[in-house]
Every structure is written in structure tokens, then in C-alpha cells.
């Protein structure tokens, strides 16, 4: 499986606030498989990344999501963290450009309270997925059939629950993105 992502460019949305495990670790399975993850973010420059509620690691922006194409990538991840969620939902461009997956079909995985953007978004009505439990009631009032497992995958969308989830999760997305 070391090739089996070669040539592949994969969006990481995120801002400051977010979970730094659920950035970093599916950002290593895509570039042990041989991908190109990039950073999108809402502005240029640096985020912050967080442990819980200390602050971590600041990560390099390849792009800011008012400059990115979703036509660009082959797939979306969307880590999690509770601010990070709450400052992509607030940002239209951020949220077109996760619509903008959905709208062509390409895989998306999102973790955490990640799923807030998606809402925003207005891309769950129907599907299943798994998120955060205090994004249940969100979920379910945007349409989605929110179910409390590690990790589940409905069509294009891979979705965890928490940092715990990952080495499930990441498998997932592989799993999706070699498909």
C-alpha cells in the first residue's frame, strides 16, 4: 500500500483550534501511503494546533480555503477540536468548499466535532454518520441518522467519533481513498 496513494492531493481543513492527533495522524496514513496532504485553512500563515484545551504544535497553511479549489483535491478530511469546527462552519468560503466535495462525489472524512461544518454545509440530511455524542442533536435536527460507533462509513463519507477512533479511522479513509 505505499503507492497506492501516489498522486493523490488530499485537503486538510482546518484553523486554529484544532485537534492536533486528529490533523497529524491522518495526515502520516496519507503520506505513508504515498499522498500529498496540503493544508487549507482560513487564512495564510501558521495555525495552532491543540492538545485538548492546551495549546500543541503550529502547522504551516499551504493555502487559504478563499484561494482553493476543490477541483484540486482528491479528497477532503475535516479534523476536529470544538473551535475549529466553530470558526470553519462561521466562514462561507470554508463552507463552499466543503460543499463543493459532496457536490462531486469525492470522499470526505471528518472526526470529532468536525461534523459542524457539514451541518453548515447542509451535506447530512440522509446520510449516516458518527461524530462527537454533544453533536448528536445537531445532526439529527440537519436530517443525518446519528449512530454512536468508532467509525462509519456511508458511500463517500467517513466519519469517528474521537481521538481514540483514530487508528480505525485512518484505516477508513485508506481504505476509501484507494477505491
Same mark, same amino acid.
Given at each position: 500500500?505505499a503507492?497506492?496513494l501516489?498522486g493523490k492531493?488530499?485537503?486538510f481543513?482546518?484553523?486554529?483550534?484544532v485537534?492536533?492527533?486528529?490533523?497529524?495522524?491522518?495526515?502520516?496514513?496519507?503520506?505513508q501511503?504515498?499522498g500529498r496532504?496540503q493544508?487549507?485553512?482560513?487564512?495564510?500563515?501558521?495555525?495552532?494546533g491543540?492538545?485538548?484545551?492546551?495549546?500543541g504544535?503550529?502547522f504551516?497553511?499551504d493555502?487559504?480555503?478563499?484561494?482553493a479549489? %476543490?477541483?484540486?483535491? *482528491?479528497?477532503? /478530511?475535516l479534523p476536529?477540536?470544538?473551535k475549529n469546527p466553530? #470558526?470553519?462552519?462561521t +466562514?462561507k468560503?470554508?463552507?463552499?468548499?466543503?460543499r463543493?466535495?459532496?457536490?462531486?462525489g469525492k470522499?470526505v472524512a471528518?472526526?470529532?466535532?468536525?461534523?459542524?461544518?457539514?451541518v453548515?454545509?447542509d451535506?447530512?440530511?440522509?446520510?449516516?454518520l458518527t461524530?462527537w455524542?454533544s453533536?448528536?442533536t445537531?445532526?439529527?435536527n440537519?436530517? %443525518?441518522?446519528?449512530? *454512536?460507533e468508532e /467509525?462509519v462509513?456511508?458511500g463517500?463519507?467517513v466519519?469517528? #467519533?474521537?481521538p481514540? +477512533?483514530?487508528?480505525?479511522?485512518?484505516?477508513e479513509?485508506l481504505?476509501?481513498?484507494?477505491?
Amino acid at each position: 500500500m505505499a503507492t497506492s496513494l501516489s498522486g493523490k492531493t488530499i485537503a486538510f481543513l482546518a484553523t486554529d483550534g484544532v485537534e492536533q492527533m486528529e490533523l497529524t495522524q491522518p495526515w502520516q496514513a496519507v503520506e505513508q501511503a504515498g499522498g500529498r496532504p496540503q493544508l487549507v485553512s482560513l487564512k495564510a500563515g501558521d495555525i495552532q494546533g491543540f492538545n485538548h484545551d492546551e495549546k500543541g504544535d503550529a502547522f504551516s497553511v499551504d493555502k487559504p480555503v478563499s484561494e482553493a479549489d %476543490a477541483g484540486s483535491y *482528491d479528497a477532503l /478530511v475535516l479534523p476536529g477540536g470544538t473551535k475549529n469546527p466553530d #470558526r470553519l462552519r462561521t +466562514d462561507k468560503d470554508a463552507v463552499e468548499f466543503v460543499r463543493a466535495f459532496f457536490d462531486a462525489g469525492k470522499p470526505v472524512a471528518v472526526i470529532c466535532h468536525g461534523p459542524w461544518t457539514l451541518v453548515e454545509a447542509d451535506v447530512v440530511r440522509g446520510r449516516t454518520l458518527t461524530s462527537w455524542p454533544s453533536l448528536q442533536t445537531d445532526l439529527r435536527n440537519a436530517g %443525518a441518522d446519528w449512530v *454512536d460507533e468508532e /467509525v462509519v462509513v456511508d458511500g463517500n463519507l467517513v466519519s469517528s #467519533r474521537k481521538p481514540d +477512533d483514530l487508528p480505525d479511522f485512518c484505516k477508513e479513509i485508506l481504505s476509501l481513498l484507494v477505491r
